[in-house]
Structure formats: C-alpha cells, structure tokens
C-alpha cells in the first residue's frame, strides 16, 4: 500500500515563499514520476509539476521560473519550494504519483496553500 502525506502548507501574503514536502511509503518511489498538482476551489486538479526518476522537470507555464521541483531517493522524498507566491497560486497542493508525467497513479490528502494579504 503507497501512502503520500504531504506537509508544509499554510498562509504566506502575496510574493513570499513556501516548501512543501512529501513523504512516500512503499517501495515505488525510485520507479515512478513524481508530481505536485493542485486544485482551486471550482477549478479542475491541475499538474504543477512533474519529475521523473532521472530528475527531469516539467511545470506548467504559469509557475515556471518561481516554483522548482526535486526529489530526495534516500528519503522517499518530493519537494516543492514555491516563490514569488500569488494569491492565484491558492489551492489545494497534492504529491502525487505516476508511470508517466502525469503522476496519476495515485496521490496524498493534499495540504492547503492560501496566498493573501
């Protein structure tokens, strides 16, 4: 059984910066992508970001440049550090995982990132 708790959510105004973390069980991690996707309130669950298990990346357009992904395989570890943060980054952030860049194959509770003044 895969399990993904993520940590590091909370409340940061507008052009701060948070890490989130992900801690993978099982023995999946170094086999599979590894993704963050987060979902707003009315919107659909979007992919933010994406590595695969040789550490290359991907992001969609709107957090390229202020968001950066990276794993840690001795840790069964993903990270997410987020900059510049905008009040339309705020959503639910999900770790996810996957055999492809889409990390779908499954994915945590999810942790809240909420960017206000």
């Known amino acids: 059984q895969v399990q993904l708790v993520e940590s590091g959510g909370g409340l940061v105004q507008p052009g701060g910066f948070l890490r989130l973390s992900c801690v993978v069980s099982g023995s999946i991690f170094r086999n599979y992508f590894m993704g963050w996707k987060r979902q707003a309130p009315g919107k659909q669950r979007e992919l933010v970001a994406s590595i695969s298990t040789g550490d290359s990346t991907i992001y969609t357009d709107s957090v390229k440049g202020r968001f950066t992904i990276s794993r840690d395989n001795a840790k069964n570890s993903v990270y997410l550090q987020m900059n510049n943060l905008k009040p339309e980054d705020t959503a639910v952030y999900y770790c996810?995982?996957?055999?492809?860049?889409?990390?779908?194959?499954?994915w945590g509770q999810g942790t809240q990132v909420t960017v206000s003044s």
């Open positions: 996810a995982y996957g055999r492809s860049w889409w990390a779908n194959d499954g």
